[in-house]
Structure formats: structure tokens, C-alpha cells
């Protein structure tokens, strides 16, 4: 009596045996862990992936704590399983101008208070930077307009455009080129 043997590839739908049976997954899990396909079983698992070589809970990504993130200079803190520069502000400690975290980056400022000891008249917090100004109507309403310009956040009488070679040729708001 002879009997076929019809091999059916592995649909996903039913338990794996060996990595093989996921081999034809399109969705990354191609390790047979506990039975079932799986992205990786084991941080070796991962070793092809160069941004995402720890594996948990059966997926690899980039960290799984503070020390996987060591090599990495601008993001050295784990945060749902992803290097990112900070998660709190005791982590914006390296650049004393960026000493608070928002959305897991060191910024100037959260909030106008983290700008109100600044001497430079940036005291305003807008877009997570210590600004004096948005635009030229907040400026035109200061201090009577005497400096009505904003430019790179700063209250300003006048505008150096490109063409000058120096303070001497600018462009005064009022009276045009000197």
C-alpha cells in the first residue's frame, strides 16, 4: 500500500514546531517560540537588526533598560523599550540650557517660569524655547514698539538682510537702507 504525503506550507493558523514552519511569515515573527511564531524567542534572535537588538516579550527592539542605551550619546535612557535622551527633567543635566524634558528631549523650557530668570529678555516659553517674542505684533506691542521686529525670538529695531556686509549698511524698519 503506498500513501501520499501532501506537505502544506505553515499558514501562521496552527502551532509551529520549528523555526521553519514560520519561515514564510510576512509579518517578522519567524521563530517558533513555545509553539507559536514569533518575531525572536532570545536577544540572539535579533542580531540582524542593528537598531533593535534585545528581545522582550517575543519582539526585538532597542532596549530593555538604561544600560542598553550606554553606547548611545545623545539617548542614553530606556523608555518603552526605545533609547531616548530623557524621560525626566534629572536627565537634561549635560547642557545647562537644556534642563528640562519634553517628549523625551532635553528642551529650554516646559513653561514661561523655566524662562523667568534669564537676563536676556527671553522670558517667555513658546514651542519649548525661552523666547521674547512669536512675531512682530507681540514685539510692536512692547515697550511702547521701540523694537517692533522679531527675529529668532528676539525683539530687534532693525534687520541686517543678506546683502550687508555690515551693521553699518542695515535696514532700518522706518527709514530704509542708510
Known sequence: MQVDLEVTPYDGTTDCTADSDCSANTDGSTRCVSSECKECG????CAGNSDKKKCVSNACVACDGDSDC?????????????????????HCSSDPDLTKCASNACVQCTA????????DGRTSCMSNACSECEDDATC???????????????????????FCDSDADCVDCTDGPK
Open 70 to 90: 550606554a553606547g548611545n550619546a545623545d539617548n542614553k535612557h530606556c523608555v518603552s523599550n526605545a533609547c531616548v535622551a530623557c524621560d525626566e527633567d534629572a
Open 42 to 45: 532570545e536577544d540572539s534572535h
Open 112 to 119: 514661561d517660569s523655566d524662562c523667568s530668570e534669564r537676563t
Open 140 to 162: 510692536a506691542a512692547k515697550d511702547g514698539g521701540e523694537f517692533p521686529l522679531c527675529i529668532n525670538r528676539k525683539c530687534v529695531d532693525r534687520i541686517c538682510p543678506s
